[in-house]
C-alpha cells in the first residue's frame, strides 16, 4: 500500500467511530482518545484527567474519555499526525513542537526572554495576535481549544551554566523549534531533537549533556537523577495548546459539544492555577533530592545571558520578518535591551 492510500486508510478506519456516534438513544458512548507525553502528576497529566472526569460528567457519559500519559500512545511528532489523522481527538503539546505541522510562526514563543514572566506570557496569549496562529492552526486541520502556560524553562546539566560561555560545546537536548535550535547555536551548544519520552535515557547516557524544562517536567520525569546542575535562567515559557482535529470538533453532535466546551473551559482554568504552584513544589523536591545543585544568576549573569542572546530575535527576523516580531513583542509586552 503506498503512503498516501495508508495513512488515508488509517484516517478512515479511525474515523468510523467518531462519526458513528449519537445516533440512538442508547447509542455506546463515543471514545475519545487524549494522549500526552508527561506523567499524571504533572500539571498536563492532572489536566488531562479532570478533563476526562468533566467531559464525561458535562456530556452525561455520552462520551468516553482514554487518556494516555508518557508517551504510552504516541511520542512527540507521531501524535500530531495521529491527530491529523483522525487517531487521537485530544493533545497538549508544547508550541515549540508545531514545525511539523508546517506552522512556523508558533516558534518564536521560544524567543530567549520574549516570556521571561507569567505577566508576559498571559498579555500574549490574551493578545488578538493569537487569531492569527489560531488561524494557521485550523488551516492543517488542527483546532485549538486553550493556551495553557506551564512556567519558566530552566537549563539543566553536568556542568554549572551560569555564563553564556559554559554551553560551549555541549549537546543540548531541544524540542524541535528553530528557534531553540538558534539559541543552541549561539550559545556555542549542538542543538539535539529528541522527545520527551526519551529524554532522561538520553541525558543519562551521554546522547545529550543538558536540556532546558520546567520544574514540575524536571521532578517528575526525575531528571535530577541524571543532572547535576539547574540554572534558574527563566529564559522562555513551556507554552501548550490543548489541540483537537478540526473535522470531529466541527462534526460533534449538537448535544455533545457543549458539554465539552465547558469541560475545557474549566480544565483550562484548573491548569493556569495549578502549574505555578506545580512548579514550586518540584523545585522543593528537586533541592531535597540532594543531587541537582541549584544556581540563581546574579543581574550581571542575567544581563550577559540577554546579550548573548538577543542577536537570535535579529537573525529570526529573517525567518519571520521584522514586522512580524514587532508586532509579537507588542503582544507579549516585550521591551527589547538597548544595546
Ligand atoms: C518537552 O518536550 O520538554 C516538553 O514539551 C514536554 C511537555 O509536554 O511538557
Given at each position: 500500500?503506498?503512503?498516501?492510500?495508508?495513512?488515508?486508510?488509517?484516517?478512515?478506519?479511525?474515523?468510523?467511530?467518531?462519526?458513528?456516534?449519537?445516533?440512538?438513544?442508547?447509542?455506546?458512548?463515543?471514545?475519545?482518545?487524549?494522549?500526552?507525553?508527561?506523567?499524571?502528576?504533572?500539571?498536563?497529566?492532572?489536566?488531562a484527567?479532570?478533563?476526562?472526569?468533566?467531559?464525561?460528567k458535562?456530556?452525561?457519559?455520552?462520551?468516553?474519555?482514554?487518556?494516555?500519559?508518557?508517551?504510552?500512545?504516541?511520542?512527540?511528532?507521531e501524535?500530531?499526525?495521529a491527530?491529523?489523522?483522525?487517531?487521537?481527538?485530544?493533545?497538549?503539546?508544547?508550541?515549540?513542537k508545531?514545525?511539523?505541522?508546517?506552522?512556523?510562526?508558533?516558534?518564536?514563543?521560544?524567543?530567549?526572554?520574549?516570556?521571561?514572566?507569567?505577566?508576559?506570557?498571559?498579555?500574549?496569549?490574551?493578545?488578538?495576535?493569537?487569531?492569527?496562529?489560531?488561524?494557521?492552526?485550523?488551516?492543517?486541520?488542527?483546532?485549538?481549544?486553550?493556551?495553557?502556560?506551564?512556567?519558566?524553562?530552566?537549563?539543566?546539566?553536568?556542568?554549572?551554566?551560569?555564563?553564556?560561555?559554559?554551553?560551549?560545546?555541549?549537546?543540548?537536548?531541544?524540542?524541535?523549534?528553530?528557534?531553540?535550535?538558534?539559541?543552541?547555536?549561539?550559545?556555542?551548544?549542538?542543538?539535539?531533537?529528541?522527545?520527551?519520552?526519551?529524554?532522561?535515557?538520553?541525558?543519562?547516557?551521554?546522547?545529550v549533556?543538558?536540556?532546558?524544562?520546567?520544574?514540575?517536567?524536571?521532578?517528575?520525569?526525575?531528571?535530577?537523577?541524571?543532572?547535576?546542575?539547574?540554572?534558574?535562567?527563566?529564559?522562555?515559557?513551556?507554552?501548550?495548546?490543548?489541540i483537537?482535529?478540526?473535522?470531529?470538533?466541527?462534526?460533534?453532535?449538537?448535544d455533545?459539544?457543549p458539554?465539552?466546551?465547558?469541560?475545557?473551559?474549566?480544565t483550562?482554568?484548573?491548569f493556569?492555577d495549578t502549574?505555578?504552584?506545580?512548579?514550586?513544589?518540584?523545585?522543593?523536591?528537586?533541592?531535597?533530592?540532594?543531587?541537582?545543585?541549584?544556581?540563581?544568576?546574579?543581574?550581571?549573569?542575567?544581563?550577559?545571558?540577554?546579550?548573548?542572546?538577543?542577536?537570535?530575535?535579529?537573525?529570526?527576523?529573517?525567518?519571520?520578518?521584522?514586522?512580524?516580531?514587532?508586532?509579537?513583542?507588542?503582544?507579549?509586552?516585550?521591551?527589547?535591551?538597548?544595546?
Open positions: 500500500m503506498s503512503k498516501v492510500t495508508r495513512r488515508t486508510a488509517l484516517g478512515l478506519a479511525a474515523a468510523v467511530p467518531m462519526f458513528a456516534i449519537g445516533k440512538g438513544a442508547h447509542a455506546d458512548p463515543l471514545i475519545l482518545k487524549f494522549s500526552h507525553v508527561v506523567t499524571p502528576d504533572a500539571p498536563k497529566g492532572k489536566a484527567l479532570l478533563f476526562k472526569q468533566l467531559a464525561e458535562y456530556t452525561g457519559g455520552k462520551v468516553s474519555v482514554e487518556v494516555y500519559p508518557n508517551s504510552s500512545l504516541y511520542k512527540d511528532k501524535e500530531l499526525e491527530l491529523q489523522l483522525g487517531s487521537v481527538q485530544f493533545l497538549a503539546p508544547s508550541v515549540s508545531f514545525g511539523p505541522l508546517g506552522v512556523k510562526e508558533f516558534d518564536v514563543f521560544d524567543l530567549p526572554f520574549l516570556m521571561s514572566d507569567e505577566t508576559h506570557a498571559r498579555a500574549m496569549m490574551a493578545s488578538p495576535m493569537m487569531d492569527l496562529f489560531n488561524k494557521k492552526l485550523e488551516d492543517k486541520g488542527v483546532t485549538p481549544l486553550a493556551y495553557w502556560d506551564n512556567g519558566p524553562q530552566l537549563y539543566t546539566a553536568n556542568v554549572p551554566l551560569i555564563m553564556p560561555d559554559d554551553f560551549r560545546g555541549l549537546k543540548m537536548r531541544i524540542q524541535g523549534s528553530k528557534v531553540l535550535d538558534a539559541v543552541a547555536r549561539q550559545l556555542g551548544a549542538l542543538p539535539q531533537i529528541i522527545a520527551f519520552g526519551e529524554l532522561y535515557q538520553a541525558l543519562q547516557t551521554g546522547v549533556d543538558g536540556e532546558d524544562n520546567v520544574a514540575s517536567n524536571i521532578s517528575t520525569q526525575k531528571l535530577y537523577d541524571v543532572q547535576k546542575n539547574l540554572t534558574v535562567s527563566n529564559h522562555s515559557r513551556l507554552t501548550y495548546s490543548l483537537t482535529n478540526k473535522k470531529f470538533w466541527d462534526g460533534l453532535p449538537a455533545v459539544r458539554g465539552l466546551d465547558r469541560a475545557v473551559k474549566e483550562t482554568a484548573f493556569n502549574a505555578a504552584k506545580d512548579n514550586e513544589t518540584a523545585m522543593g523536591t528537586i533541592k531535597a533530592s540532594g543531587k541537582t545543585e541549584i544556581h540563581l544568576l546574579t543581574d550581571d549573569e542575567k544581563k550577559a545571558w540577554i546579550a548573548k542572546l538577543m542577536p537570535v530575535h535579529k537573525e529570526m527576523e529573517g525567518r519571520f520578518g521584522k514586522e512580524f516580531i514587532a508586532q509579537i513583542y507588542k503582544a507579549s509586552g516585550f521591551v527589547p535591551p538597548q544595546s
